[in-house]
């Protein structure tokens, strides 16, 4: 082809890449919800599902960097390692000392968590955390997001009830110091009694997880009341026994599904400005993890 006949090249064949990268990547189902809002807005980008091993997160960074992708997701094993790699972290992020989210600003690299965000965007559309009293089961790495964002977002109080003091000690303090909640720890060596106070009854433990579906939290379930909201971190079942129960009760729910589809609607808006429609994401994301 000589230089009359080459083609142009048209800026149509350059999609913005997005991406994650996380060890293991295979069964990260993001992938398939992201593209999905892509395709269905009409989304001149791409996302990448990238299998990135802690010795090649450094390269893997800057290969996003030199190629110009417009940001990516870091899951685990990356979440904090990756933040020696950035030019700066938004609010809750520092707060949370955890990103999984890259967005490219002016040049610069920013680490975001929208871990705790999207929690908290689907729970509003149940409930205004505002001035309400918070029990929050668990202090891992998803309770330590969701609690940052629920204090930041004006919940009045938050009775952290997790397994091992220390780490709940270290969220707790974190929260007492750096937001206007008011949050408590309360241990959970036996059967733990839910205050009548109590607006939202979250769990943010591990309790209940694919293929541990059965698992149930080591709670007195009489002491779920119809008027609490009752949400789950747990994506996989959407319906766990704890979502099941407080069904039984009459109680309003919130979904680990409905987390991970409102992370996914941040994490475009951060990266496209647009906002996408959750609906499609969900019915992809339910396609892809076989939910009916
Ligand atoms: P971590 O390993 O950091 O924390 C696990 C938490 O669960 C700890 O508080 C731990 O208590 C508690 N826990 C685990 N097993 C038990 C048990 N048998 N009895 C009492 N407590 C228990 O995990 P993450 O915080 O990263 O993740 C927690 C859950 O949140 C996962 O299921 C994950 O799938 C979900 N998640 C959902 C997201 C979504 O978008 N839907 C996003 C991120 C996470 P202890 O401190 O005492 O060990």
Not at 121 to 145: M, N, S, W, Y
Not at 191 to 204: C, G, L
Not at 240 to 269: D, F, P, R, Y
Request: aromatic share 6%.
């Amino acid at each position: 082809m000589d230089s009359k006949t080459r083609l142009k090249v048209s800026p149509d064949f350059l999609p913005q890449l997005t991406g994650s990268f996380a060890q293991p990547a295979a069964e990260n189902p993001t992938v398939a919800m992201v593209e999905a809002a892509y395709k269905y807005h009409g989304l001149h980008f791409r996302y990448m599902n990238c299998e990135v091993s802690p010795e090649n997160l450094e390269n893997a960074v800057n290969g996003a960097k030199a190629m110009g992708w417009t940001g990516f997701n870091c899951s685990i094993p990356h979440k904090v390692a990756v933040i020696k790699y950035l030019d700066g972290l938004g609010e809750s992020a520092k707060l949370i000392g955890a990103v999984n989210t890259i967005v490219k600003k002016d040049d610069k690299w920013i680490g975001e968590n929208t871990d705790g965000k999207g929690f908290v965007q689907a729970l509003k559309e149940v409930i205004d955390p505002v001035a309400k009293h918070i029990t929050l089961f668990g202090a891992g790495g998803a309770a330590r997001a969701v609690a940052v964002e629920l204090a930041l977002a004006g919940a009045k109080s938050l009775t952290i009830v997790n397994r091992s003091k220390e780490r709940a000690t270290v969220v707790v303090e974190l929260l007492n110091n750096k937001t206007p909640a008011k949050v408590n720890y309360h241990s959970w060596t036996k059967k733990y009694k839910i205050e009548p106070k109590t607006d939202i009854v979250i769990n943010a433990t591990s309790i209940g997880l694919y293929p541990n579906v059965n698992e149930e939290l080591d709670i007195d379930f009489d002491s779920i009341e119809p008027n609490m909201v009752v949400a789950d971190g747990i994506h996989n079942p959407p319906e766990t026994h704890l979502l099941k129960t407080a069904h039984t009760k009459g109680c309003k729910t919130v979904s680990g599904l409905e987390m991970l589809v409102n992370q996914g609607v941040i994490g475009i808006k951060y990266w496209t400005g647009a906002e996408v429609d959750p609906t499609v994401m969900h019915r992809e994301l339910k396609k892809a993890l076989h939910i009916k």
